[in-house]
């Protein structure tokens, strides 16, 4: 069975340009969340999304943002890069919208601002 | 807010010897508890899940205890590997509040180990 898979891997942008971030769940698993791991922070909590509807949100401004289509895959947008956005952007999925479930980390993607 | 916090922040030990990772969280209104570890520049591989009713887990040889009334969680690891050495992460499922159910997973900052050959 495939795990999460996350595209693209690296990523390199200038400031101020924007970004588009996917993430396909494993195959039958419903609710998708997104992280960002940077080395000051550790890994905070973005989004969660179930049946295409976001559920819960972190702590981040507006110029992050997401969505989850049907088939349960979803993206994470962030516009107008700053510097500070540069970090290792996770999703994990979790088969139900239960709180109970266990979570599955895909290998994240890198991306750099410059 | 929770907070978690892990002790040690690293670690180094010889190969073989069994050893204890802490987790601790300030609010016990949990969901669950999971353990993670990370290799370096990788994703997050799930260890192990405790439910808020369980009081421990196993997966081989790891163990994970989970004390949700003292906010405390133990990763139990025995007769450790070199292929063991990677950042190890706990992370509490927040029971939800009104209006918006549970947040999302809130995370230490890992224990760093070092499993010397």
């Known amino acids: 069975k495939a795990g999460v898979t996350q595209t693209p891997r690296y990523l390199i942008k200038t400031r101020g340009q924007q970004v588009t971030l996917s993430c396909s769940p494993i195959s039958g698993h419903r609710s998708v969340s997104w992280y960002q791991q940077t080395p000051g922070q550790g890994l905070q909590f973005l989004f969660e999304?179930?049946?295409?509807?976001?559920?819960n949100k972190g702590n981040f401004p507006g110029r992050f943002s997401g969505r989850q289509f049907s088939n349960s895959r979803s993206e994470m947008n962030v516009s107008t890069l700053e510097l500070g956005d540069s970090a290792l952007y996770l999703c994990a999925s979790s088969l139900r919208e239960s709180p109970y479930n266990e979570q599955f980390f895909g290998p994240g993607t890198r991306l750099t601002v410059l | 807010k929770q907070e978690v916090t892990q002790i040690p922040a690293a670690l180094s030990v010889p190969e073989g010897e069994n050893l204890v990772l802490n987790c601790s969280f300030t609010?016990?209104?949990?969901?669950?508890l999971q353990w993670f570890r990370q290799d370096p520049g990788k994703g997050l591989t799930s260890l192990l899940l405790?439910?808020?009713?369980?009081r421990e887990q196993t997966s081989g040889r790891l163990n994970a205890s989970l004390d949700k009334s003292s906010g405390r969680s133990t990763l139990y690891i025995a007769a450790s590997q070199p292929g063991d050495s990677a950042t190890y992460l706990c992370a509490v499922r927040k029971d939800g509040y009104s209006g918006g159910g549970a947040d999302g997973l809130t995370f230490g900052k890992g224990t760093h180990l070092i499993i010397q050959p």
């Open positions: 405790i439910q808020s009713s369980q």
């Open positions: 609010d016990s209104a949990i969901y669950n």
């Open positions: 999304y179930f049946s295409e509807t976001q559920r």
